[in-house]
């Protein structure tokens, strides 16, 4: 079929084809840089944020933790104040957590959970380890058996934060793997669309010599015969 073409229409196809590559390889390009703006602003908005203020609020929590145990330890009101003080960066941070993971909704309902239990331990460590700085006969078996508890309470959300920032890293690693492949078809994309533009132009390049260049170079040789004297009158020209 495209032996039966005229020379214009084989050209005009191959510019067509040209034409639609190029446009095909801008698209590409469009999805693509659009693909990683919106992976990118999603970690300098949301993961980055995010992944700094937890490690904030598990500093705060450990700091928490350390003053309420000085303050039964040392019966140091001044500790006690200092454990409160710590509660109220780890509820600033986790609260700022949350806020910044507000588009990443699964993250989001973890730190909200997170937030919940941060919440209650943190009354109950005010309530109980108050109580048993203004005991006056000491702390009684009840007292201790509830400052056991929070142990466990504790360890266990020191572990939930543990692994919920294990997750903010999955996350954050799993959109620059995505901005990385992006990265890739765009190559990819490129590449290919500079071998197919080798071809056509090639592909053009040989149309224009077989079916122009070359007919008019032979047409130009009979005509220098005839002039000169040596040509064949009676022979057909092909153009």
């Known amino acids: 079929m495209f032996g039966q ?10 510019l067509a084809l040209l034409t639609g590559g190029y446009l095909l390889l801008v698209a590409m390009v469009q999805l693509s840089a659009t693909a990683t703006h919106s992976r990118m602003s999603q970690i300098s908005s949301s993961l980055f944020p995010a992944a700094l203020r937890m490690q904030e609020a598990e500093a705060a929590f450990e700091r928490m933790k350390k003053h309420y145990g000085d303050a039964v330890v040392l019966q140091d009101t ?3 104040k200092g454990g409160e003080k710590d509660a109220e960066a780890t509820a600033a ?16 309902q973890q730190a909200d959970s997170l937030l919940a239990q941060f919440s209650s331990i943190r009354s109950r460590d005010r309530d109980t ?12 078996d ?3 058996a509830q400052v056991g508890a929070l142990g466990k309470d504790n360890k266990a959300l020191t572990d939930a934060m543990v692994q919920f920032d294990k997750a903010i890293s999955a996350s954050f690693q799993t959109q620059l793997d995505a901005v ?11 590449f290919i669309m500079l071998i197919f533009a080798v071809l056509s132009c090639t592909a053009a390049w040989w149309v224009v010599q077989s079916k122009v260049v070359l007919p ?18 009676t022979r057909r020209l092909r153009i």
Not at 5 to 14: G, P, S
Not at 129 to 140: K, R
Not at 216 to 233: K, M, N
């Open 93 to 108: 941070a986790l609260d700022s957590v949350k806020a910044s993971l507000a588009s990443s909704p699964e993250l989001s």
């Open 78 to 80: 001044a500790a006690l």
């Open 142 to 144: 009840e007292m201790m």
């Open 5 to 14: 073409m005229k020379i214009k229409t084989r050209i005009l196809c191959i």
């Open 180 to 190: 990385d492949t992006w990265s890739v078809r765009s190559r990819a994309a490129g």
């Open 129 to 140: 380890y108050g109580a048993i700085l203004a005991a006056t006969g000491g702390p009684s």
């Open 216 to 233: 008019l170079r032979i047409l130009a040789s009979h005509l220098q015969d005839i002039a000169e004297g040596e040509g064949d009158l």
